[in-house]
Protein backbone atom coordinates (compact mmCIF):
# COMPACT_ATOMS: atom_id res chain seq x y z
CA UNK A 1 0.00 0.00 0.00
CA UNK A 2 1.10 3.44 -0.36
CA UNK A 3 0.34 6.34 1.76
CA UNK A 4 0.37 9.58 -0.11
CA UNK A 5 -1.50 13.22 1.75
CA UNK A 6 -3.88 15.06 0.28
CA UNK A 7 -4.03 18.87 0.02
CA UNK A 8 -5.80 19.06 3.49
CA UNK A 9 -2.65 17.40 5.13
CA UNK A 10 -5.32 14.23 5.55
CA UNK A 11 -3.07 10.89 5.19
CA UNK A 12 -4.36 9.45 1.78
CA UNK A 13 -3.04 5.72 0.70
CA UNK A 14 -3.33 4.67 -2.89
CA UNK A 15 -4.99 1.29 -2.52
CA UNK A 16 -3.95 -2.52 -2.99
CA UNK A 17 -3.60 -4.15 -6.10
CA UNK A 18 -6.45 -6.36 -7.58
CA UNK A 19 -6.18 -9.74 -7.03
CA UNK A 20 -4.96 -10.71 -10.29
CA UNK A 21 -2.32 -8.41 -10.45
CA UNK A 22 -4.23 -6.25 -13.41
CA UNK A 23 -6.52 -3.68 -13.61
CA UNK A 24 -7.38 -0.84 -11.23
CA UNK A 25 -6.23 -0.94 -7.94
CA UNK A 26 -8.69 -2.24 -5.17
CA UNK A 27 -9.20 1.18 -2.72
CA UNK A 28 -8.27 0.68 1.00
CA UNK A 29 -11.85 1.27 2.66
CA UNK A 30 -10.18 4.35 4.23
CA UNK A 31 -10.17 5.92 1.09
CA UNK A 32 -13.54 4.44 -0.47
CA UNK A 33 -14.90 6.01 2.85
CA UNK A 34 -13.24 9.04 2.80
CA UNK A 35 -14.10 9.87 -1.05
CA UNK A 36 -17.99 8.80 0.03
CA UNK A 37 -18.08 11.49 2.43
CA UNK A 38 -16.42 14.11 -0.34
CA UNK A 39 -19.51 12.51 -2.21
CA UNK A 40 -22.08 13.06 0.32
CA UNK A 41 -21.06 16.33 1.78
CA UNK A 42 -20.63 17.76 -1.95
CA UNK A 43 -23.87 16.29 -3.46
CA UNK A 44 -26.32 15.10 -0.77
CA UNK A 45 -27.32 11.71 -0.57
CA UNK A 46 -29.82 11.51 -3.39
CA UNK A 47 -28.04 13.22 -6.07
CA UNK A 48 -24.32 10.70 -4.98
CA UNK A 49 -25.16 7.56 -7.33
CA UNK A 50 -23.28 4.71 -6.95
CA UNK A 51 -22.35 5.40 -10.10
CA UNK A 52 -20.89 8.61 -9.27
CA UNK A 53 -18.94 7.46 -5.90
CA UNK A 54 -17.32 4.51 -8.66
CA UNK A 55 -16.43 7.48 -10.59
CA UNK A 56 -14.37 8.76 -8.01
CA UNK A 57 -13.26 5.67 -7.07
CA UNK A 58 -11.99 4.33 -10.20
CA UNK A 59 -13.91 0.99 -10.40
CA UNK A 60 -16.68 -0.31 -11.49
CA UNK A 61 -20.26 1.15 -11.15
CA UNK A 62 -20.77 -2.87 -9.25
CA UNK A 63 -18.19 -1.71 -6.60
CA UNK A 64 -20.12 -0.09 -3.97
CA UNK A 65 -23.53 -2.68 -3.65
CA UNK A 66 -21.04 -5.26 -3.86
CA UNK A 67 -18.92 -4.26 -0.69
CA UNK A 68 -21.86 -2.84 0.88
CA UNK A 69 -24.65 -4.04 -0.28
CA UNK A 70 -26.48 -0.54 -1.28
CA UNK A 71 -26.37 3.16 -1.64
CA UNK A 72 -27.96 3.30 2.01
CA UNK A 73 -25.45 0.95 4.01
CA UNK A 74 -22.76 2.66 2.72
CA UNK A 75 -23.89 5.89 4.19
CA UNK A 76 -24.27 4.51 7.17
CA UNK A 77 -21.01 2.97 7.07
CA UNK A 78 -19.50 6.99 6.47
CA UNK A 79 -21.10 8.17 9.36
CA UNK A 80 -20.00 5.60 11.87
CA UNK A 81 -17.01 5.85 10.24
CA UNK A 82 -16.57 9.63 10.84
CA UNK A 83 -18.21 9.71 13.78
CA UNK A 84 -16.21 7.10 15.59
CA UNK A 85 -13.73 9.13 16.69
CA UNK A 86 -16.21 11.91 18.49
CA UNK A 87 -17.82 8.90 20.14
CA UNK A 88 -14.33 7.55 21.99
CA UNK A 89 -13.48 11.57 22.36
CA UNK A 90 -16.63 12.00 24.38
CA UNK A 91 -16.04 8.80 26.17
CA UNK A 92 -12.62 9.95 27.37
CA UNK A 93 -14.36 13.47 29.22
CA UNK A 94 -13.74 13.26 32.81
CA UNK A 95 -17.06 12.91 34.34
CA UNK A 96 -15.80 12.57 37.83
CA UNK A 97 -14.52 15.42 39.80
CA UNK A 98 -16.23 17.83 37.30
CA UNK A 99 -18.94 19.98 38.45
CA UNK A 100 -22.12 20.34 35.59
CA UNK A 101 -20.31 23.33 34.25
CA UNK A 102 -17.25 22.03 33.18
CA UNK A 103 -19.12 18.92 32.08
CA UNK A 104 -20.99 21.19 30.15
CA UNK A 105 -18.05 23.29 28.89
CA UNK A 106 -15.82 20.16 28.17
CA UNK A 107 -18.46 18.41 25.83
CA UNK A 108 -18.91 21.57 23.88
CA UNK A 109 -15.09 22.26 23.09
CA UNK A 110 -15.00 18.74 22.21
CA UNK A 111 -18.10 19.18 19.82
CA UNK A 112 -16.30 21.78 18.47
CA UNK A 113 -12.62 20.50 18.10
CA UNK A 114 -14.12 17.60 16.05
CA UNK A 115 -15.80 19.73 13.80
CA UNK A 116 -12.45 21.04 13.03
CA UNK A 117 -10.90 18.36 12.35
CA UNK A 118 -14.30 16.42 10.13
CA UNK A 119 -15.26 19.57 7.98
CA UNK A 120 -16.57 17.78 5.18
CA UNK A 121 -18.78 15.67 8.72
CA UNK A 122 -20.35 19.11 9.20
CA UNK A 123 -21.34 19.74 5.98
CA UNK A 124 -23.25 16.41 5.43
CA UNK A 125 -24.99 16.83 8.35
CA UNK A 126 -26.59 20.38 7.70
CA UNK A 127 -27.72 18.59 4.72
CA UNK A 128 -29.10 15.57 6.27
CA UNK A 129 -30.72 17.16 9.30
CA UNK A 130 -32.80 19.47 7.11
CA UNK A 131 -35.09 17.29 5.62
CA UNK A 132 -37.12 14.13 7.18
CA UNK A 133 -35.78 10.87 5.72
CA UNK A 134 -34.46 7.53 7.73
CA UNK A 135 -30.99 9.09 7.98
CA UNK A 136 -31.96 11.32 9.87
CA UNK A 137 -33.89 8.97 12.02
CA UNK A 138 -30.30 6.84 12.62
CA UNK A 139 -28.38 10.39 13.12
CA UNK A 140 -30.68 11.13 15.72
CA UNK A 141 -31.14 7.76 17.47
CA UNK A 142 -27.13 7.07 17.37
CA UNK A 143 -25.71 10.41 17.70
CA UNK A 144 -27.65 13.02 18.86
CA UNK A 145 -29.63 11.31 21.64
CA UNK A 146 -26.98 10.15 23.10
CA UNK A 147 -25.47 13.21 23.14
CA UNK A 148 -28.28 15.12 24.60
CA UNK A 149 -28.54 12.47 27.11
CA UNK A 150 -24.72 13.11 28.17
CA UNK A 151 -25.85 16.79 28.60
CA UNK A 152 -29.42 17.67 29.51
CA UNK A 153 -28.92 16.34 33.64
CA UNK A 154 -26.64 18.50 34.18
CA UNK A 155 -28.29 21.18 32.16
CA UNK A 156 -31.14 20.74 34.04
CA UNK A 157 -29.18 20.95 37.69
CA UNK A 158 -27.84 23.99 36.34
CA UNK A 159 -31.05 25.22 36.04
CA UNK A 160 -32.70 24.44 38.84
CA UNK A 161 -29.43 26.32 40.68
CA UNK A 162 -29.82 29.57 38.70
CA UNK A 163 -26.88 29.30 37.11
CA UNK A 164 -28.66 28.53 33.53
CA UNK A 165 -31.81 30.32 31.91
CA UNK A 166 -34.57 27.39 31.42
CA UNK A 167 -34.47 27.42 27.68
CA UNK A 168 -35.85 24.42 26.11
CA UNK A 169 -33.63 21.71 24.96
CA UNK A 170 -33.81 22.42 21.02
CA UNK A 171 -33.14 25.75 21.43
CA UNK A 172 -29.61 25.19 23.60
CA UNK A 173 -29.21 22.73 21.07
CA UNK A 174 -28.87 24.55 18.02
CA UNK A 175 -27.29 27.44 20.15
CA UNK A 176 -24.58 25.12 20.13
CA UNK A 177 -24.16 23.54 16.78
CA UNK A 178 -25.23 26.76 14.55
CA UNK A 179 -21.84 28.24 15.28
CA UNK A 180 -20.27 25.20 13.58
CA UNK A 181 -20.73 27.21 10.59
CA UNK A 182 -18.05 29.94 11.77
CA UNK A 183 -15.26 26.42 11.31
CA UNK A 184 -16.52 25.21 8.29
CA UNK A 185 -17.49 27.88 5.96
CA UNK A 186 -13.88 28.99 5.63
CA UNK A 187 -14.68 30.88 2.26
CA UNK A 188 -17.11 33.21 4.51
CA UNK A 189 -14.34 33.33 7.17
CA UNK A 190 -11.73 34.60 5.25
CA UNK A 191 -13.83 37.35 3.75
CA UNK A 192 -14.76 38.50 7.16
CA UNK A 193 -11.22 38.79 8.13
CA UNK A 194 -10.23 35.74 9.21
CA UNK A 195 -6.24 35.30 9.08
CA UNK A 196 -4.34 33.63 6.87
CA UNK A 197 -3.72 31.29 5.90
CA UNK A 198 -6.29 28.48 7.89
CA UNK A 199 -4.16 26.14 9.44
CA UNK A 200 -5.05 23.44 11.74
CA UNK A 201 -3.86 24.66 14.48
CA UNK A 202 -5.22 28.43 14.20
CA UNK A 203 -8.87 26.37 13.48
CA UNK A 204 -8.37 24.73 16.47
CA UNK A 205 -8.13 27.98 18.37
CA UNK A 206 -11.00 29.87 16.87
CA UNK A 207 -12.83 26.34 18.32
CA UNK A 208 -12.35 27.28 21.41
CA UNK A 209 -12.69 30.79 21.84
CA UNK A 210 -15.72 29.86 19.96
CA UNK A 211 -16.46 27.52 23.10
CA UNK A 212 -15.62 29.90 25.32
CA UNK A 213 -17.65 32.17 23.51
CA UNK A 214 -21.13 30.16 23.93
CA UNK A 215 -20.56 28.68 27.21
CA UNK A 216 -19.69 31.84 28.90
CA UNK A 217 -22.63 33.32 27.45
CA UNK A 218 -24.66 30.46 29.18
CA UNK A 219 -22.72 30.06 32.61
CA UNK A 220 -20.85 33.05 33.19
CA UNK A 221 -16.71 33.02 32.90
CA UNK A 222 -15.57 30.47 35.24
Given at each position: ???????????????????????????????????????F????????????????????H?F??DR???????????????????????????????????????????F????????????????????????????????????????????????????????????????V???????????L??????K???????????????????????????
Open positions: MVVERTGTGAVRSRGRPSASGSGPAVPDEAEVLLRGMEAAELGYDRTSARELARRLGVSNINYGSKANFWRTVVDWALSEAQRQRETIPKVGMDDGELVRAIIVQYQTAVKTPLLGRLLADEFARESERLDYLFDNYVAPSLALVEPAMERLVKAGRVPPVPMDVLFFAISPVAGLVQLPASRLGRQPITAKSQAKTAQRLADLIVDGLLGRP
